[in-house]
């Protein structure tokens, strides 16, 4: 069965149907035609998933498909697109149903601009990892399943729609892991906000070193 990157062929095939019924229409037109098929906003948009689909994880893991507003996934920066397939590599492993926001922020921790971002907050990564994996081994146990790959949850999805969004809006041209790490706080009920506010860092603490470049407590990067 064909699925997204079969678009091509697919392009081809519906192109090949109208002409049979005496409705031409251009290469192009047939591209946008499944695109739209696809629910994606364009060409463009769907090209650069199957770019990311051939390219392939490091570890194995299925390349995460996550809602990117339009801006393609190739305007992630390359440390979080390793981190997303981490993520899901992460839950994967333990055979879980779902990637969680506490897979993702697992991930993060060894993602450069996230890690920088915790770093400058005041954040010590070695409790925060090992908090993170306590409750991933212990409290997910019921996510156990031997269905299929792992698949990011709604609010993870939430959390990557919110970093896009909030780059966009900034005028920034690369979704980091730092944006990233900045979204999770909006989920508030969640273990992983819980754990980085436990260690008595906010989002306003992200922004500002995303932003400032500030350092929790006084002074800055570039000091």
């Known amino acids: 069965m064909r699925d997204f990157r079969d678009a091509k062929a697919m392009a081809r ?22 695109a739209q098929a696809f629910g994606v906003a364009d060409w463009n948009t769907l090209s ?20 990117t507003a339009g801006i393609g996934f190739e305007a992630f920066s390359a440390a979080l697109k390793s981190a997303l397939h981490r993520a899901l590599a992460y839950a994967n492993r333990r055979k879980h149903q779902y990637a969680t926001l ?19 907050c005041k954040v010590d990564l070695g409790t925060l990892k090992g908090n993170l994996t306590t409750y991933i081994d212990n ?13 990011p949850t709604a609010a993870f999805q939430r959390v990557i729609q919110r970093a896009v969004i909030d780059v966009q809006s900034s005028g920034r041209e690369k979704v980091t892991g730092a944006n990233v790490l900045a979204a999770i706080f909006a989920e508030r009920e969640s273990h992983a906000s819980y754990f980085m506010q436990e260690q008595d860092m906010t989002r306003y603490d992200a922004i500002n070193f995303i932003i400032h470049g500030t350092v929790k407590g006084g002074g800055d990067t570039a000091a």
């Open 102 to 120: 506490e897979h993702l922020l697992l991930a993060l921790i060894d993602d450069v601009d996230a890690s920088a971002a915790m770093t400058a």
């Open 48 to 67: 650069a998933t199957i770019r990311g689909e051939a390219s392939g994880p490091r570890n194995g893991a299925p390349p995460p498909q996550f809602p």
């Open 13 to 34: 095939t519906v192109r090949a149907a109208l002409a049979a019924k005496g409705h031409k229409i251009t290469i192009s037109e047939s591209l946008e035609l499944i």
């Open 139 to 151: 409290d997910l146990k019921t996510l156990v399943t031997d269905d299929g790959e792992s698949r």
